[in-house]
């Protein structure tokens, strides 16, 4: 059995709500998930999984969440070769050239870990509606199918 690690930022409960949507699409499909708020979690906790997601917001003008700043430079550290990784985040348009670019920035620092890609990241408006979750259900399983053939 796959195991994920799926963990979150939020100031509005949006990314808590994408957390919850990609966590029970990836236990639909058969894996035992972790889901961990990001201020409380430890990035080497992504070493026990297979899968391993975050779901951030972007603050202000393109600021990294304050209370994940410790978890991001300490990801950067680990050594994640053979885990699959995918980043998620909602944000809101209206802030432009800086909307989600936190989901930009721990697709990168995923990247420095030596970790693939499993699906492309997702950048959902505000609170996710139908057509957000049905991506986020396609990102999940495109996490499993990778991390299956892996």
Known sequence: MLKAHVVFATITGNNEDVADIVTEKLEDLGCQVTETEISQTDAAEFNQADICVVCAYTYDEGSLPDEGLDFYEDLQALDLSGK??????????????????????????????????????????????????????????????????A
């Open 84 to 149: 699959t990784f995918g980043v998620a985040g909602s944000g809101d348009t209206f802030y432009g050239e800086y909307y989600n670019t936190t989901v930009d920035h721990f697709e990168a620092a995923f990247t420095k870990t030596g970790a693939t890609q499993g699906a492309p990241s997702i950048k959902i408006n505000l609170e996710p509606d139908q057509a957000a979750i049905e991506q986020l259900d396609t990102f999940a399983t495109q996490l499993v199918t990778h991390a299956q053939q």
